[in-house]
């Protein structure tokens, strides 16, 4: 994975085919927190790049996209990069291409016109496109071919040329809340507790949050508490490697109980603490914990 230091500011240019993938790899470089512009024509590059790289740190990740779209001032692309490497000014260009035969299947299903043959065949806007951009092309720091690539294996080089350093490509967030509250819309996996004994049929327990410790030690007394436990830690244990793996941006779990305020905050400290202790970047938060109109709760170091 790449070792890119977020704190440097880092500007990509992308350019490339018409119907490579510019759109899907700018929507990828998005989640990894890039600032995007697309469009903008090349005269404008070198100042942009200046503007940014003095905004104190406000604007520290730049994507520009550079197409033929922009027409006659295209023909200055190169010329601009020539003046940016003789001002010493920092970029990194990412050439996005595809065969001919890819482009034109995109073409033909989307039934759009290719721009540089509005009123003729296709490949022939490709192969003037191909020569206007060979230039360009000899010149960029990455070549990624779409021809033959899923979305999730362009994710990937993205995320593997792009991406932050190694181990914080995913966050996790566990997330207790109550089903009297609804849903948490946001949740990759929900999994419900309400089976587990309550303790707010006991008395002494009834306004006491399930991070209490007398609370928690009552939910996990019972047999099928630590069944139920033994069986998400392993699938936990499994799940979270495969979303990593498949360049997912972050991960939120829910546990969730009737009102958000036992069993619920007893799993999620659980698994919060699991997942901390097994080295992953995690948050923890309980959603409906203060919805509770009297409760009692153990705010635990994090």
Known sequence: ??????????????????????????????????????????????????????SDGRINKVVLVVDIRSREFFDTFSHVLEEMDRNKQTYELLFMDASDAAIIRRYKETRRRHPMAPSSRISDGIAKERERLQ?????????????????????????????????????????????????????????DVRFMPNPFYVESMRHKSGAVPVVAEYIDQFPVTKDFKNHMNNLIDFLVPQYIKEGKPQLVIAFGCTGGMHRSVFMANHFFNRLKEAGYSVKLEHRDLMKNEVWEHVREER
């Open 1 to 54: 994975m790449s070792n890119r230091d977020d704190n440097k500011f880092n500007f990509v240019i992308v350019t490339g085919m018409s119907g490579a993938g510019k759109s899907q790899a700018c929507r990828f470089m998005e989640d990894l927190d890039y600032f995007v512009v697309d469009n903008l024509p090349p005269v404008f590059i070198p100042k942009f790049a200046e503007l940014c790289q003095h």
């Open 135 to 191: 230039d360009v092309r000899n010149r960029s720091d990455y070549i990624i071919d779409t021809s033959d690539l899923k979305k999730q294996d362009l994710k990937a080089k993205i995320q593997g040329i792009f991406g932050a350093k190694s181990g914080e490509q995913m966050s996790v967030t566990v997330m207790s809340f109550g089903f009297k509250f609804g849903m948490p819309l946001d949740a990759d996996l929900v999994f």
